[in-house]
Nanobody, 127 residues
Framework: QVQLVASGGRLVQAGDSLRLSCAASGRTFPRYAMGWFRQAPGKEREFVAA????????DYADSVQGRFTVSRDNAKNAVYLQMNRLKPEDTAIYYC????????????????????WGQGTQVTVSS
């Protein structure tokens, strides 16, 4: 099982950019698609972005499409979320997650698709 540690969250102002990182342990990391989810206060956790094991395909929530970019570096066992033009509504705890199934063809988007979760990193966007 892949173990994940998310980092990079902090307090920023609206319009700023921020890059989150997720470090993964284990030699099997390159086999799995990765995803980012977030949970705002008082709300359910929601899908943000996902990337296939190869990095060849990505998917985004409509709310972040065009502003956020997910990427990965399999040599470094890491996945990233570049967040641009941040808005106050992006304030949340951000979680990275690893797919349950290796070599999945397309990027997973449902919580149930993911079997390993990081501890979360807080992103706060002030207006």
């Amino acid at each position: 099982q892949v173990q994940l540690v998310a980092s990079g969250g902090r307090l920023v102002q609206a319009g700023d950019s921020l890059r989150l990182s997720c470090a993964a342990s284990g030699r099997t990391f390159p086999r799995y698609a990765m995803g980012w989810f977030r949970q705002a206060p008082g709300k359910e956790r929601e899908f943000v972005a996902a990337i296939t094991w190869s990095g060849g395909s990505t998917d985004y929530a409509d709310s972040v499409q065009g502003r956020f970019t997910v990427s990965r570096d399999n040599a470094k066992n890491a996945v990233y979320l570049q967040m641009n033009r941040l808005k106050p509504e992006d304030t949340a705890i951000y979680y990275c997650a690893a797919d349950q199934i290796p070599w999945r063809v397309g990027p997973p988007t449902a919580e149930a698709d993911f079997g390993s979760w990081g501890q979360g990193t807080q992103v706060t966007v002030s207006s």
